[in-house]
């Protein structure tokens, strides 16, 4: 089955500063692959996703790269803010079933 | 309108017994899916249903078990508790049948603490 890695699993930076979480997966057929956001005491949340026919996708101060060769995607975070603290959960999607990793907590210095 | 549901939102149990878990996705979706999330583990997959039907089964023994009813609400049970069962039991909901690519939605959680 598929088998999904992140790193870090945690960071912390200074507000302002750009955060960056990478993702391995093993299944070469995953063709989707979502990025969650949970904040404490809520369930995750849809943020931003990539299928795999695109290489990179951004939305406002967020983006996402993926290299389908390398099997890896990454999360980028530019001028971070304090609500950007939470934990982040990459995913792919093979064969109906979503194999998320196991989370990084990232911590937004002011 | 409003986001998936579960109830209770905590509980506390006692290994051996069982609990019933339950999920109301957000109206007009068909597909519901149920994930186990510890700091161990991280999310785990345990199943996914639509309309009535499981389609999608994960790792879990079969203590662990769910059904769908006919208005798309969803229930999962466990038996047999053990103390390895706490965890935050994540129920998702989305609009079709499972594809690739269907954004699902998380409800909040049922925090289980078994003792």
């Known amino acids: 089955g598929e088998n999904v890695e992140q790193h870090p699993s945690t960071l912390s930076v200074q507000e302002g500063d750009s955060a960056v979480i990478k993702c391995t997966y093993s299944?070469?057929?995953?063709?989707?692959f979502p990025w969650y956001k949970q904040e404490l005491g809520k369930g995750p949340q849809l943020i931003i996703d990539?299928?795999?026919?695109?290489g990179e996708k951004k939305d406002q101060r967020i983006a996402v790269t993926l290299n389908k060769t390398a099997k890896h995607f990454s999360l980028h975070i530019t001028e971070t803010q304090p609500e950007d603290s939470a934990v982040y959960f990459c995913?792919?999607?093979?064969?109906?079933?979503?194999?998320f990793g196991t989370g990084t907590r990232l911590t937004i210095i002011p | 309108k409003a986001g998936v549901t579960q109830t209770p939102r905590y509980l506390i149990k006692t290994r051996g017994q069982q609990v019933t878990l339950s999920c109301s996705p957000i109206?007009?979706?068909?597909?519901v899916s149920w994930y186990q999330q510890t700091p161990g583990q991280g999310l785990q997959f345990l199943f996914e249903?639509?309309?009535?039907?499981?389609?999608n089964k994960g790792n879990f023994p079969g203590r662990f078990s769910g059904r769908q009813f006919s208005n798309s609400r969803s229930e999962m049970n466990v038996s047999t508790l053990e103390l390895g069962d706490s965890a935050l039991y994540l129920c998702?909901?989305?609009?079709?049948?499972?594809?690739?690519?269907?954004?699902?939605?998380f409800g909040e959680g049922s925090w289980l603490t078994v003792v």
């Open positions: 998702a909901s989305t609009s079709g049948a499972p594809a690739v690519g269907n954004t699902i939605y």
């Open positions: 299944d070469s057929a995953s063709n989707y």
């Open positions: 990539i299928r795999s026919n695109v």
């Open positions: 995913a792919a999607e093979g064969n109906e079933k979503l194999t």
């Open positions: 109206s007009g979706h068909r597909s």
């Open positions: 249903y639509f309309s009535e039907t499981q389609r």
